[in-house]
């Protein structure tokens, strides 16, 4: 069945440095890639989307490309703040057997930046 | 100003006692859905509905009961067969292949 697979954590980074949390999925058919985001106590928010191959996602500094031949869908960030410390969830989401959609989310991935 | 409303933010109950978790939409979207999530780990489908007085079994739905009487509400009970109901409860909505939309949560503990 579907997938994802994301990088384990905590990362800890020091403020300014560059981020990379990896994603890859397996799945049938072509779902809609995200990356949400969950600050303490809280629900999920989304960070960014791409709904089909080669689409590049993009908010707050933050990016990731759909990419198809390799199932992968990294989260990126050039210069991480303390306030970017967070858990970040990658999902796909696909049409269900059973009518609607599903969500399948990675294990998630705790952020760490020190001042 | 759109939401999910979730209440109560904090629900202590004792072992062997029914809880009912409120989930309350203004978005207009059909469908609706209940995760848990523990510690560490990702979130978990208990159940889901696309539409009102319908309504489907997640990953995880032993122990959880729904109904969907109204568009704009999905409130989830965690029955006494649930075993290990202490978790965080997320109410989401989507629609199609859309990003969901997620409430605040509530943290349940059963002692």
């Known amino acids: 069945g579907d997938s994802v697979t994301q990088m384990e954590g905590p990362v800890t980074l020091s403020e300014e440095a560059f981020l990379t949390i990896n994603c890859t999925y397996t799945a049938t058919g072509y779902p809609s890639l995200f990356w949400y985001v969950q600050y303490p106590g809280e629900g999920l928010q989304l960070l960014l989307k791409?709904?089909?191959?080669?689409d590049k996602g993009s908010n707050k500094g933050f990016e990731a490309t759909y990419r198809k031949e390799t199932t992968s869908f990294h989260l990126e960030k050039g210069s991480v703040q303390v306030s970017d410390s967070a858990v970040y969830f990658c999902?796909?989401?696909?049409?269900?057997?059973?009518?609607?959609?599903?969500?399948?989310f990675g294990a998630g991935t705790r952020l760490f930046v020190k001042a | 100003d759109g939401g999910i409303t979730q209440s109560p933010k904090y629900l202590f109950r004792k072992e062997g006692q029914n809880v009912t978790l409120s989930c309350e939409q203004n978005?207009?979207?059909?469908?609706m859905y209940w995760y848990r999530q523990d510690p560490g780990q990702g979130l978990r489908l208990i159940y889901y509905?696309?539409?009102?007085?319908?309504?489907q079994k997640g990953d995880i739905a032993e122990g959880y009961s729904v109904s969907r009487e109204k568009k704009e509400s999905f409130p989830l009970t965690v029955t006494s067969a649930q075993k290990n109901p202490t978790a965080f409860y997320l109410c989401a909505t989507g629609e199609g292949g859309q990003e969901q939309y997620f409430g605040p949560g509530t943290r349940l503990t059963v002692t």
């Open positions: 791409a709904t089909k191959a080669d």
């Open positions: 978005l207009n979207h059909d469908a």
């Open positions: 999902a796909l989401r696909y049409p269900s057997h059973t009518g609607g959609f599903k969500t399948i």
């Open positions: 509905s696309q539409i009102v007085n319908d309504f």
